[in-house]
């Protein structure tokens, strides 16, 4: 690492190694203490049926209370989080989660509510979900919207859904769907499972979707357009009006993957695009918890065309009651147990009351500005595939380090050592090597001039000293591992030492 990189995060210092909590078992040890039980004892097999108790599992780690704390919390100083440091995955929005948010969805009287009290019990809780709705509405210009879905495709596979039961009702459910040549991975999978045929359409020299080609691709069998606005290059489709007319035209939907809305909010709206269906991200544009496997949530919204096919539950309101209606002939069905994520709702809502309209608006341009930012003061050092002012990500790609044997993963792992989590990489496909940044608003210049000097340096040493990047990293607790061999022979099973 060369000496004009001190500025960085990265440092050397003591790092717990951790054994399996199965290795760290004695004989004997117990996790809990508890005072002599006042209550008779009963035979457990006279309790609980043979087929619902578990056989006794061999070696099964015996540890005491400090033991458990001490390995869950080691474990815990492995990862890296969004309150760690900068988390520039680009399309994925991996913003800080503002601490009130998390305060407002441990209230009380919302951790102790049940889905299934009666309704006069939950009225603060469903006009909660309603203004949650009605915001979300107002912000893409759709007309309503359901917040079941329980994660983004999970709301992109209702949106398609409702796309097949509005043709369906019109007397032909239709054959294909168009997507564009860098749309996000769920959206063909989405079409595939929703009966379609999958056609794509090659983006022009620009990154973007050109009209001809959607006009020379659409005809009386598609059903729908999919696109992502900004797309997954971080670039605005200039010719959306006239994209969405000519689908339109033929009697063709659009939808829209709500993924980089963070963009867009309070400047434009979806829903004036010549959109009919879109999903939001909560997990992501609207600061929620992100990763690691949920809870997600991906609320989906609709033009007025399409209304009577959202998923049931609706929720709606008569006089000054709110309530669930499942009097919908037409919907496509529920999707998700009771309504959908309560305690990701609760975060998003007290996001978008707190910042307000002019607020919302001020996270776009932020966003924006970061990512142009980035775009602009790396550009001389990565090639840079497309020459557009980007939107709230940008693309790089490892074209000018590649001819000194330096990859985008060389580049991606060497960041670590600087103490940042790596971009995305290799993604969108149609860019070779891309690294996809995405900064968000909650990062500070101050931030983003560290990333920089990392990244220029790595550029430097690409071209002075490229070994030094091949076995990156080297301050983290492993280095380089084989992710190839652990994706095709993972291992899944603990096996007692004999």
Not at 415 to 420: E, T
Request: glycine letters at 8%; aromatic letters at 8%; proline letters at 6%.
């Amino acid at each position: 690492m060369s000496k004009n990189a001190n500025n960085i995060y990265g440092a050397s210092g003591l790092v717990f190694n951790e054994p399996l909590i199965f290795d760290l078992g004695t004989e004997n040890h117990e996790a809990y203490s508890l005072p002599k039980s006042d209550v008779p004892e009963e035979n457990i097999d006279d309790l609980i049926p043979a087929n619902q108790k578990r056989d006794e599992i061999k070696g099964f780690p015996e540890v005491s209370e400090v033991g458990v704390i001490r390995h869950f919390t080691r474990l815990s100083q492995w990862n890296f989080s969004v309150d760690h440091g900068f988390y520039p995955l680009g399309s994925c929005t991996m913003k800080y989660n503002p601490k009130i948010n998390e305060d407002i969805a441990r209230i009380s009287a919302f951790t102790n509510s049940h889905p299934l009290q009666p309704e006069q019990l939950s009225q603060g809780n469903l006009q909660l979900m309603n203004e949650l709705a009605q915001d979300l509405a107002e912000i893409s210009g759709m007309d309503k919207v359901s917040l079941q879905p329980a994660a983004g495709a999970q709301g992109e596979l209702a949106g398609i859904m409702m796309v097949r039961a509005y043709h369906r009702k019109n007397g032909n459910p239709r054959k294909k769907v168009l997507l564009p040549d860098s749309a996000h991975g769920t959206n063909p999978a989405t079409s595939i499972l929703s009966g379609y045929e999958v056609v794509s359409l090659k983006s022009n020299g620009q990154g973007l979707l050109d009209p001809e080609v959607v006009k020379n691709a659409m005809d009386e069998n598609v059903a729908a357009l999919m696109l992502t606005n900004p797309n997954t290059l971080g670039l605005f489709e200039k010719d959306i009006l006239e994209i969405t007319e000519i689908v339109h035209k033929k009697g063709g939907l659009v939808y829209c993957d709500g993924a980089n809305l963070n963009a867009l909010m309070g400047i434009s709206k979806i829903g004036e695009m010549g959109v009919d269906v879109m999903h939001f991200n909560l997990h992501k544009t609207f600061s929620t918890p992100h990763g690691g496997g949920g809870p997600g949530s991906g609320p989906v919204g609709v033009k007025k065309n399409l209304i009577p096919f959202l998923p049931i539950p609706i929720i709606d309101k008569k006089d000054d009651w709110y309530f669930l209606n499942y009097n919908h002939p037409q919907s496509i069905g529920k999707l998700k147990g009771f309504y959908g994520n309560f305690s990701i709702f609760l975060r998003a809502y007290a996001y978008i009351k707190t910042l307000g309209k002019e607020n919302i608006r001020k996270v776009s341009e932020i966003a924006v500005l970061n990512a142009n930012y980035i775009r602009s003061r790396l550009k001389e050092d990565f090639h840079l595939p497309y020459e557009s002012p980007s939107m709230h990500e940008c693309v790089l790609s490892d074209k000018n380090q590649l001819q000194h044997g330096v990859s985008t993963l060389d580049i991606a792992k060497s960041l670590i050592d600087y103490g940042f989590h790596p971009p995305t990489i290799y993604f969108p496909l149609i860019v070779k090597g891309a690294l996809m940044i995405e900064p968000t608003e909650t990062e500070t210049k101050k931030t983003l001039d560290k990333f920089i000097e990392a990244m220029k340096d790595i550029a430097k040493r690409a071209k002075e000293d490229p070994e030094s990047l091949h076995h990156t990293p080297l301050k983290s607790k492993v280095s380089r591992l084989d992710e190839t061999l652990a994706a095709r022979k993972p291992k899944l099973r603990w096996k007692p030492q004999e």
